[in-house]
């Protein structure tokens, strides 16, 4: 068991990325995996990983270095030319916002390799500051990905973001000729512990033919995978979605169109930070995602 307790250095900063800083030795699947058996302690708590420490904070970490795989070396330091570019869309002092490409997931995982995450990247090209995600889109969903500078930034944008106080649009591409040209989706969903949540999606058609409707959609809760679930359970399912999808018209959907993207764009986030401080940031479409609606609907400009 180590215990150790949380200086000024290590303030602001999140759980899972302190334990990857100071047990190198101990691989991303490593760590996860003494996460979710409740190994790490804080202040006598069980965690996940995204708690964010503050100065003072009692951290115990229990874990046997038998039962699991010790990295025969630290990882290598990334030479600066080998850091991966990030397509930045929005920064300030407090926060940062990038459009992320469809394929990138934003945090690690056990079958992501160290490095290739959102997060990763982002304390790469921001080495002066302790990013943090500010929220997650889906690996496979392009578009606007917001990051805090640091803890203390997070703590006061968090209440904001999660609140009706901020405006987060979505553009969608799916099967079928939506009827209604605008739309509200009321349905709850239901969560890892089957617990059934309010979830609230709003949409508009941009474009639509026999076959196809491209839409805007604006949710205002933030259920997991919500527009993924809420146009499957009214059928009109996102193309690409390899869940909750239509898998046999996707599966010609890549035959005809060579593309198998998951057709989910996070376009834009709208909120205040105070009466005299709004930030708007928005993500244009992917080439792919725009090459593909010109060819369905005839036209350009999308």
């Known amino acids: 068991m180590e215990i150790i307790i949380i200086s000024e250095e290590f303030d602001g900063m999140q759980l899972k990325?302190?334990?990857?800083?100071?047990?190198?030795?101990?691989?991303?699947s490593g760590i996860f995996k003494i996460l979710r058996l409740g190994k790490i302690k804080k202040n006598?708590?069980?965690?996940?990983?995204?708690?964010?420490?503050?100065?003072g904070d009692e951290i115990k970490i229990f874990f046997d270095p038998g039962k699991i795989e010790i990295r025969k070396k630290s990882p290598p330091v990334l030479n600066q030319q080998k850091i991966k570019k990030l397509d930045i869309i929005f920064e300030n002092e407090k926060i940062f916002a990038i459009n992320k490409p469809a394929g990138m997931p934003a945090q690690p995982g056990s079958k992501i390799?160290?490095?290739?995450?959102?997060?990763?990247?982002?304390?790469?090209n921001f080495p002066q500051n302790t990013p943090h995600l500010v929220h997650r889109i889906d690996r496979e969903t392009s578009g606007v990905l917001l990051f805090a500078k640091n803890g203390g930034e997070?703590?006061?944008?968090?209440?904001?973001?999660?609140?009706?106080?901020?405006?987060?649009?979505?553009?969608?591409l799916v099967f079928g000729n939506v009827s209604k040209n605008f739309g509200k989706i009321e349905k709850a969903l239901s969560d890892e512990k089957k617990i059934f949540r309010e979830a609230k999606t709003q949409?508009?058609?941009?474009q639509k033919n026999s076959e196809f409707s491209f839409l805007e959609v604006e949710i205002f809760t933030g259920r997991k995978h919500q527009i993924r679930r809420?146009?499957?359970?009214?059928?009109?399912p996102v193309i690409g979605d390899k869940k909750y999808g239509n898998f046999k018209k996707n599966r010609d959907f890549t035959k005809k169109y060579r593309t198998d993207r998951h057709f989910?764009?996070?376009?834009?986030?709208?909120?205040?930070?105070s009466k005299s401080e709004k930030c708007d940031?928005?993500?244009?479409?992917?080439?792919?995602?725009?090459?593909?609606?010109?060819?369905i609907f005839g036209q350009s400009g999308f």
């Open 17 to 28: 990325k302190f334990v990857r800083k100071n047990f190198p030795q101990i691989p991303l």
């Open 44 to 55: 006598g708590k069980k965690t996940t990983g995204n708690e964010v420490l503050k100065f």
């Open 113 to 124: 390799k160290i490095g290739e995450s959102a997060i990763e990247i982002a304390e790469q």
């Open 154 to 172: 997070l703590r006061k944008i968090i209440p904001i973001f999660s609140s009706e106080k901020i405006s987060k649009k979505y553009l969608a």
């Open 203 to 206: 949409f508009q058609v941009l």
């Open 230 to 236: 809420h146009f499957s359970e009214i059928g009109y």
């Open 264 to 273: 989910l764009h996070a376009a834009s986030l709208q909120f205040c930070f």
């Open 281 to 295: 940031i928005f993500a244009p479409l992917p080439k792919n995602f725009r090459k593909i609606l010109e060819k």
